[in-house]
């Protein structure tokens, strides 16, 4: 069987799409992948297949960048189309005409998801949302099936496609995993965040949550920051605060160059603002946290407070309260036995529940059930 996943938003090493999806399934299928701008050549066993990005507005993206993504795949010529972007449901309802066999992937509540966007007029927003909701309803029954990222956007899907299935997204067992899970123990009082560094994951909070902290006892709490600013402003607005002297901006970093960063970290920060669209998904970065035995300190929302204190891996804040979150790194900074402790629980916790391995024989056998 002859797969191919598609999108026309994430860089095609996207960590879901290519690393977790694309990789596992090469190893059972022949496997395709397009994206924009992604090189025209094999890599891990994957046949990349690139296409040109048009332009760098929305339009041009859901229009032009479209467009090409769907004449690329259809070169292709695959019997399994998987893919993961809401603007191209069309596409898939396209090729689901020609015979073939079509996956949604839906990554997150985008009708929540739209309540969200500050780019979008507030009178658009609930019109937009609602249209969006009915849209992927009446594709959803169309497709083959409908995978899903967290079980709260299965539960919706469901009522759409009895083949809906929750794929979530857990880390690879070994990636993270540390030679020496006291790592913590022996380096100094180091915090990281690796991620999108937007205003709503939470940035500025936990910028001046780092002066709060030096500017009490502390000496020279610093925090490794990995990732790309959304904007060249949100950048400026980040330097002109307090905390800016003490945080490292590392840039954007590979998946081995993240690994040396939590190697050296005795915390992790998920602290990603209270919209709908976040509380009920799962931050993939947390879960690479407990991975790598360190402790997190992570959004005080329902669902991540019930992984978070069930496991006895962290502390949960309010992520709008600077002095919340450095009360809570200070507190894991002043007891290292415990801290040492919630990191071995967080990794325990991946071991057992929350790795992609079992995730992945979702996916497969939902995959050899259209192939018979």
Known sequence: ???????????????????????????????????????????????????????????SRMTSTVRS?????????????????????FSGMMLKKRGKKVFYDVHEDVPKQILSKDWLPNVLKKPLGLMTRNLEAFASKKFDGIVTATPEITERFEAYNDQTITVQNFPLLDEWEQEDNNNAQTFDNKAAYIGSITKPRGILEIIQAFGKINGGTNENVRLLLGGKFGTPELENKAQQLNGWQYVDFLGWLGRNEVREVLNQAKVGLVLIHPEPRYKVSYPVKMFEYMSAGI??????????????????CGICVDPLDPSAIADAIQFILDHPEQAKK??????????????W????????????????
């Open 295 to 312: 402790p997190v300190v992570a959004s005080d929302f329902p669902l991540w407070k019930g992984i978070v204190e069930h496991n006895e």
């Open 1 to 59: 069987m002859k797969v191919c996943h598609i999108t026309s938003v994430h860089i095609y090493n996207d960590t879901r799409i290519f690393v977790k999806e694309c990789q596992s399934l090469a190893q059972h299928y022949e496997t395709h992948l397009v994206a924009p701008d992604a090189p025209d050549k094999t890599i891990e066993g994957i046949h990349c297949h690139g296409v040109l990005k048009s332009g760098s507005n929305r339009l």
């Open 69 to 89: 993504v769907f004449k690329k795949a259809l070169e292709v010529d695959a019997d399994v189309y998987h893919f993961h972007d809401p603007e191209l449901i």
């Open 357 to 372: 391995e079992p995730e992945f024989k979702k996916l497969l056998e939902s995959y050899q059930k259209i192939s018979r």
């Open 342 to 355: 919630m990191g071995q629980n967080g990794r325990h916790a991946v071991t057992e529940k929350y790795s």
